[in-house]
């Protein structure tokens, strides 16, 4: 799927410095960002080598088959040390299967979860970081946030993704648009996920310390998620 233009460090994965998608392609008739187009591969940007005099630059592309695509708007540079992250978090859509959210270093592809199981089902990410303290990365993301409307959190292990929690009723994307609402936040007392409850009628506060619990923070707006997201 990808080369690398030269073999890894033996000390471990680089860290990402830029990721971006290229090649776009109309081979995923689904639209539900607001257009036709979506993206055949992923270039990620690295240096392995952060603490030398000079820099050791690594540019790395990583392309799908004809059955996939990214469906996405950007790739998120994650990792368990957000000052050092050493992977990109995507939407990834099989033609046939819907999307899955999967994570990618300069190597390939490092974890993904299950396909939602059918063509034109897609999922939108709040972010990735480790919510509960425990010392592993979890991300989350909605499942069909105009469908389904479920919030689902999984750990990363190795190179697995488990999924450890789920909430139905809440939202963060509305279709056509091309922008996805909320993420994730800190405001002093740990990570906080911030998105719409499943009607759009208030926004939601939600921690994860082995089970999740939400909070309502008000009526909804716009205005009022990105309040939210500045810790206002």
């Known amino acids: 799927m990808g080369v690398l233009s030269r073999p890894l460090d033996a000390q471990g994965l680089p860290v990402l410095t830029g990721a971006g998608y290229s090649e ?9 960002l607001g257009d036709a187009v979506e993206w055949g591969a992923l270039t990620l940007t690295a240096d392995r080598c952060t603490d030398c005099a000079r820099p050791d630059p690594l540019r790395v592309t990583i392309r ?4 996939r695509v990214f469906e996405d708007l950007a790739p998120r540079l994650v ?6 992250p ?25 974890a993904a979860t299950p396909f939602i199981g059918q063509a034109n089902r897609w999922l939108a990410p ?12 979890e991300v989350a993301y909605v499942d069909r946030p105009h469908l389904a409307k479920t919030l689902r959190i999984w750990r990363l292990e190795d190179d697995r993704l488990t999924e450890v929690a789920a909430m139905p009723g809440l939202a963060n994307h509305r279709i056509g648009r ?3 609402e909320g993420g994730l936040r800190d405001c002093g007392q740990g990570p906080e996920m911030i998105l719409a409850n499943g009607d759009w009628t208030t926004v939601q506060a939600l ?17 009022a998620i990105r309040a939210a997201m500045a810790c206002e």
């Open 24 to 32: 776009p392609t109309t081979r995923y008739a689904h639209g539900v």
């Open 64 to 67: 799908l088959s004809e059955t």
């Open 79 to 84: 990792g368990l040390d957000p000052d050092r």
């Open 86 to 110: 050493d992977m990109a978090m995507v939407v990834e859509s099989d033609l046939s299967q819907g999307a899955r959210l999967a994570l990618y270093a300069p190597t390939g592809l490092v």
């Open 126 to 137: 709040l972010g990735a970081a480790d919510l509960d303290g425990d010392g592993r990365l």
């Open 178 to 180: 091309d922008y996805i």
């Open 207 to 223: 921690r994860f310390d082995g089970t999740l619990t939400a909070r309502s923070l008000g009526a909804y707006s716009p205005a």
